[in-house]
């Protein structure tokens, strides 16, 4: 957690020093984010961080825990505002549709969920991984669970192994567009969130087995 003098910072020198902080884990993650670069496009001195934030694990960590948070806040605000008289399956298309849409228009926060998934140093991803993690799920269970009780997925589909399919396709689409080497077979590398709607409605077309209701 950061130090009550962090938060004793007006807001606009805090969402600098985050913004900035933002693009530099976000491009070179955690071993090779800088921290003396950070506090020099933030305007501060590098010895305030420390007053902020115990070690650099820390800031990252929180880094990484705030702009997942922003993202979920952000995406919930989205999913209000689509159809819910539809079926589950175009729910979900117009849902990671608008996921995608998201990452597109905020490369800061797609640039930091890179970093939390591609982190190499095992003890560092499982810090930021974790939090992460509640967050996706914050959203994905209870969504599950009200598309179960409306009928739309059937009573005995499995909602962990949904759940675990949400978990994994979500980053996937986050990233593969902007990242090299993510996807060998749907070539979403370079395209953009209107050309990537086929591609995430045959996805989801391919895993409807699993949880749609016989007719």
Same mark, same amino acid.
């Given at each position: 957690?950061?130090?009550s003098t962090w938060f004793r910072l007006n807001v606009a020198k805090r969402e600098r020093v985050f913004e900035v902080a933002m693009r530099e884990f976000g491009e070179n993650g955690y071993s090779t984010g800088?921290?003396?670069?950070?506090?020099?496009?933030?305007?501060?001195?590098?010895?305030?961080?420390?007053?902020?934030?115990?070690?650099?694990?820390?800031?990252?960590?929180?880094?990484?825990?705030?702009?997942?948070?922003?993202?979920?806040?952000?995406?919930?605000?989205?999913?209000?505002?689509?159809?819910?008289?539809?079926?589950?399956?175009?729910?979900? *298309?117009?849902?990671?549709?608008?996921?995608?849409?998201?990452?597109?228009? $905020?490369?800061?926060?797609?640039? /930091?969920?890179? @970093?939390?998934?591609?982190?190499?140093?095992?003890? *560092?991803?499982? /810090?930021?991984?974790?939090? +992460?993690?509640? $967050?996706?799920?914050?959203?994905?269970?209870?969504?599950?669970?009200?598309?179960? #009780?409306?009928?739309?997925?059937? #009573?005995?589909?499995?909602?962990? *192994?949904? +759940?675990?399919?949400?978990?994994?396709?979500?980053?996937?689409?986050?990233?593969?567009?902007?990242?090299?080497?993510?996807?060998?077979? $749907?070539?979403?590398?370079?395209?953009?969130? @209107?050309?990537?709607?086929?591609?995430?409605?045959?996805?989801? @077309?391919?895993?409807?087995?699993?949880?749609?209701?016989?007719?």
């Amino acid at each position: 957690m950061p130090t009550s003098t962090w938060f004793r910072l007006n807001v606009a020198k805090r969402e600098r020093v985050f913004e900035v902080a933002m693009r530099e884990f976000g491009e070179n993650g955690y071993s090779t984010g800088s921290l003396n670069t950070i506090a020099r496009e933030a305007g501060i001195a590098k010895g305030s961080l420390f007053q902020y934030f115990s070690d650099k694990l820390e800031f990252y960590a929180f880094v990484c825990d705030e702009a997942s948070r922003r993202v979920r806040e952000e995406m919930q605000r989205r999913m209000e505002r689509i159809d819910f008289d539809q079926p589950f399956d175009e729910w979900l *298309v117009d849902a990671f549709c608008d996921w995608t849409e998201y990452m597109a228009e $905020h490369p800061l926060e797609r640039g /930091v969920t890179a @970093a939390t998934n591609f982190e190499l140093d095992n003890g *560092v991803r499982s /810090v930021v991984r974790d939090t +992460a993690n509640q $967050h996706y799920l914050q959203v994905i269970r209870p969504l599950l669970r009200l598309w179960q #009780e409306r009928g739309e997925i059937r #009573e005995d589909a499995d909602l962990d *192994v949904i +759940a675990t399919w949400m978990m994994v396709i979500l980053p996937f689409l986050a990233l593969a567009p902007y990242y090299d080497g993510i996807d060998p077979i $749907h070539e979403l590398r370079g395209r953009t969130p @209107a050309e990537q709607r086929p591609v995430i409605r045959q996805l989801i @077309a391919g895993f409807r087995p699993i949880f749609a209701p016989t007719k």
